[in-house]
């Protein structure tokens, strides 16, 4: 057995760690396997990544103190992906392996805190010199001269109670003393304290607790409940799950009765999982010539093949993905169906549950981490070869992986916005290629990375021009919001033409969508007198205002809320102006709350429903909306871009879109690119039933390319002018493209760091790479961080990775902490 192990540890740092392999470990530590060793003041969990003998020379290895995994949890291809995502993304392989495994749910993580040295200094010095507990001495303490009394008193008895040596866990400081998080974050920070951090391994089985009535027992006189609870469990088979007895009004305290006597038996059962609550499932068709061409082409392709599979909407690409996964099924294979949002596209998840039953999992992060740590085993046990999840579910450990499908592959959800900063569908294509599998990327409206790979022969793409059963695509009407202003002299959140189409649709007894791509009630909240935004107070954002229900005011008054979308903080609309004491307060701009109450008004009779964030929140609130737009119970929907997400629906045969182009505006050389997609594939929702469908779209830009390409239906010739575009500006597809970020609390800092690295470019002057910056971002601050960046683009992808860890050793070197530092290779978003 070698000695020591590399440790990959999900920690900001570019490296493994050395630990030494106890003798008598049970079981022995293997490569992929996970394991709980200390790091500084904590217990973390990492995975092994090499076994050796090589002694480390500078330091002496600590002993590893848990092996988790009786065998290894990352195949060797999974393993070989991770080092890919590390040197491509350039994000440490420990965080790469985390996101990798979902199985947070199986170490049970504890903190705790211990006084520290210049702790008990700081308590000694508030003391008269006798021993703890007498009174303090009078007068302010110059170390806790900026806090408040009563933060100082906290302090004080945080130091108290930790006085005596031992740690103690969070929860049982925090009952002690009051003292908030924050506060105790500040402690460590001035090295008053230390946080710890325990973990230990817990069984996350999730199981279910059922009464089952014991055979031949002699019925003694009963109690009417007793009575009553036995009578439910004989008519239900014997026995009855505890959460559905107590559903039924049955006593637990009556059910303990009868459990002592003997009557009653309590019995511990594996949880059963529901793939998909209330998913609606249209009737299956055969499929027509384009689809059975599509199908042959993937079924047959054999070993590693990238396929773009260009679909319009509503050409039935769901029905190939289906009878492709089938067709992996028959040679004993697995696959792999990845969807932007699963909350979104409960149908997918609703279709493949009717076709393939118990032999599909689901990974998304709406499960619980039980339910996940579940899903993700059944996987890796065979017992589920068909997989559909989010982006992370590209990870998911399926043995002998024949196919990997990936859904809208345009839609940014797919690119994560945290460490490590992958983008799920180029890791698909790379996975299928360490795999020798075939990968197809589908949509209406390919990315143009996507477009210019088949362009160039590196995908192979399949066109499928025509929606099923050859319905027609709907017609687009543009409504030039100038000339509706200047015919009517009024600012109107919907024109007559939409309002008038919209009425003639519930007239024939048809549903509408309208899209209004804005949360809340209104997205800023000014004085009018001075021109002041109320922002939020961590954030450099204007705070959107939401509405209550009961609320008829146009005026902003005081009390109501205004909420940041971006870190969550909330506030009350004030009485004046903070700035100029004005009471003149007005909301502008119309969210998708204010779209819902103006339709209300305008079509009295109507069922209306909205769908964003704010009414979708738990997890089967999108399933239960749409099975209420399925039904007709409601016959009009408005909402935020999630109603654009694939949803098929045929009773709807009318599409608004509202406010769609404000986007045009914004610093991102993608702009047209998203307006096109997401303006396609709303309209795409119209007519996918038996009637003919139509889209009106109100536009302050009717002459744009992308808003006349996408009126047309011409993806084509969108993408050509676009195109042309990119290759001036040498932006992606004919360029490589990375996001620097630099992050600090103190804005003097982050600007400092900021300036070095952007003077360390221009010494360097890195060849073939462009760099724009440092500047601060156009958000400049989230979350009370403050954020500067700056872009580089490369002709080659093997400049800039040079040239980023150039900076990132550069960065080393000259203190700048590698948690200060976003690399965000392919970015797609630059805010």
Request: hydrophobic share 40%; with cysteine; glycine share 8%.
């Given at each position: 057995m070698p000695t020591y192990c590399e440790v990959a540890l999900p920690i900001p740092v570019d490296r493994t760690f050395t630990y030494l392999v106890k003798e008598d470990a049970e079981p022995d530590p293997m490569v992929g396997s996970r394991v709980i060793v200390p790091f500084r003041n904590e217990k973390l969990i990492g995975v092994v990544t090499a076994l050796h003998d090589k002694a480390p020379a500078e330091f002496e290895a600590k002993p590893i103190e848990t092996v988790l995994d009786e065998e290894p949890l990352l195949s060797a291809h999974l393993l070989e992906l991770a080092e890919w995502m590390a040197q491509y993304y350039l994000a440490p392989l420990g965080e790469v392996l985390r996101g990798m495994l979902p199985l947070t749910a199986e170490v049970r993580r504890t903190v705790y805190y211990r006084i520290a040295d210049a702790g008990r200094d700081a308590l000694a010095g508030s003391f008269d010199g006798q021993t703890l507990g007498l009174t303090p001495e009078p007068g302010p303490k110059p170390s806790r001269s900026k806090l408040s009394p009563e933060d100082q008193d906290i302090e004080h008895k945080v130091l108290i109670r930790l006085a005596e040596g031992e740690p103690v866990k969070l929860s049982t400081l925090r009952t002690a003393t009051a003292a908030s998080l924050p506060l105790l974050a500040a402690m460590v920070r001035k090295k008053w304290i230390v946080r710890e951090t325990w973990a230990a391994e817990r069984d996350a089985r999730r199981l279910e607790r059922f009464a089952v009535l014991v055979p031949e027992a002699r019925l003694p006189a009963l109690t009417a409940k007793q009575q009553a609870i036995l009578a439910e469990m004989a008519a239900n088979g014997g026995e009855l799950a505890l959460a559905a007895l107590r559903e039924k009004g049955g006593s637990p305290s009556t059910l303990q009765t009868l459990v002592r006597r003997g009557l009653v038996r309590i019995e511990e059962r594996p949880a059963n999982f529901s793939l998909s609550g209330l998913g609606h499932v249209n009737p299956a068709h055969a499929l027509n010539e384009p689809q059975l061409a599509a199908l042959a082409s993937i079924s047959t392709a054999i070993g590693f093949q990238p396929f773009l599979l260009h679909g319009v909407t509503g050409s039935g690409k769901t029905a190939v993905y289906l009878a492709a996964m089938q067709r992996a099924l028959d040679r004993g294979q697995g696959a792999i169906l990845l969807v932007p949002e699963i909350g979104l596209t409960p149908a997918a998840a609703a279709q493949l549950d009717a076709t393939f039953g118990n032999r599909v999992a689901l990974l998304h992060s709406g499960l619980t981490p039980d339910e996940r740590s579940e899903q993700w085993h059944r996987i890796r046990r065979g017992e589920a070869p068909i997989v559909v999840g989010t982006r992370s579910a590209i990870f998911a450990p399926v043995a002998n992986l024949g196919l990997i499908l990936v859904d809208e592959e345009h839609d940014q959800s797919y690119k994560q916005e945290e460490t490590p900063r992958y983008n799920a569908r180029d890791v698909a294509v790379m996975r299928a290629k360490l795999a020798e599998a075939p990968v197809v990327l589908g949509s209406a409206t390919p990315s143009l990375e996507s477009w210019q790979n088949s362009e160039a022969g590196k995908y192979k793409r399949i066109a499928m021009a025509e929606r099923v059963n050859n319905r027609p695509l709907p017609g687009v009407e543009l409504v030039d919001m100038r000339i509706e202003f200047q015919q009517t002299g009024q600012e109107h959140l919907f024109s007559r033409s939409l309002i008038a189409e919209t009425q003639a649709a519930l007239d024939r007894g048809e549903q509408a969508m309208i899209l209004l791509n804005r949360r809340g009630y209104s997205f800023v909240a000014m004085c009018r007198a001075c021109g002041e935004k109320l922002e939020c107070q961590n954030c450099a954002i204007s705070l959107t205002h939401h509405k209550p229900v009961d609320s008829q005011e146009a005026i902003a008054s005081s009390g109501q809320r205004l909420e940041c979308h971006y870190c969550g903080f909330r506030r009350t609309v004030p009485k004046r102006?903070?700035?100029?004491?004005?009471?003149?307060?007005?909301?502008?701009?119309?969210?998708?709350?204010?779209?819902?109450?103006?339709?209300?008004?305008?079509?009295?009779?109507?069922?209306?429903?909205?769908?964003?964030?704010?009414?979708?929140?738990?997890?089967?609130?999108?399933?239960?909306?749409?099975?209420?737009?399925?039904?007709?119970?409601?016959n009009l929907l408005v909402g935020t871009q999630m109603i654009a997400k694939g949803h098929d629906v045929h009773g709807v045969t009318l599409v608004g879109v509202v406010g769609c182009d404000h986007a045009l505006s914004m610093p991102d050389f993608r702009a047209a690119e998203r307006v096109f997609q997401l303006m396609t594939q709303v309209s795409g929702r119209a007519g996918r039933g038996e009637l003919p469908g139509r889209v009106v779209v109100q536009t302050y830009h009717p002459d744009h390319y992308a808003i006349v390409a996408a009126s047309t239906h011409d993806y084509a010739g969108f993408v050509a002018r676009e195109l042309k575009y990119r290759r001036w500006m040498h932006y992606p597809p004919f360029g490589v493209?990375?996001?620097?970020?630099?992050?600090?609390?103190?804005?003097?800092?982050?600007?400092?760091?900021?300036?070095?690295?952007?003077?360390?470019?221009?010494?360097?002057?890195?060849?073939?790479?462009?760099?724009?910056?440092?500047?601060?971002?156009?958000?400049?601050?989230?979350?009370?961080?403050?954020?500067?960046?700056?872009?580089?683009?490369?002709?080659?992808?093997?400049?800039?990775?040079?040239?980023?860890?150039?900076?990132?050793?550069?960065?080393?070197?000259?203190?700048?902490?590698?948690?200060?530092?976003?690399?965000?290779?392919?970015?797609?978003?630059?805010?």
């Open positions: 102006c903070p700035k100029c004491d004005s009471e003149h307060l007005y909301y502008l701009g119309a969210g998708s709350q204010q779209g819902e109450e103006r339709l209300q008004e305008i079509f009295p009779s109507a069922r209306i429903g909205r769908m964003d964030r704010d009414t979708v929140r738990g997890r089967y609130d999108m399933e239960r909306l749409l099975a209420r737009l399925h039904s007709g119970e409601i493209l990375a996001n620097l970020m630099i992050l600090s609390r103190r804005m003097e800092e982050a600007a400092g760091w900021a300036a070095a690295l952007g003077k360390w470019f221009q010494k360097v002057a890195p060849e073939g790479v462009r760099v724009l910056g440092p500047c601060t971002a156009p958000i400049a601050r989230i979350k009370e961080t403050w954020r500067f960046h700056m872009i580089l683009k490369a002709g080659s992808r093997k400049a800039l990775n040079k040239a980023l860890r150039g900076a990132l050793a550069h960065a080393e070197t000259v203190g700048i902490p590698r948690r200060n530092l976003v690399v965000d290779v392919d970015a797609l978003r630059l805010m």
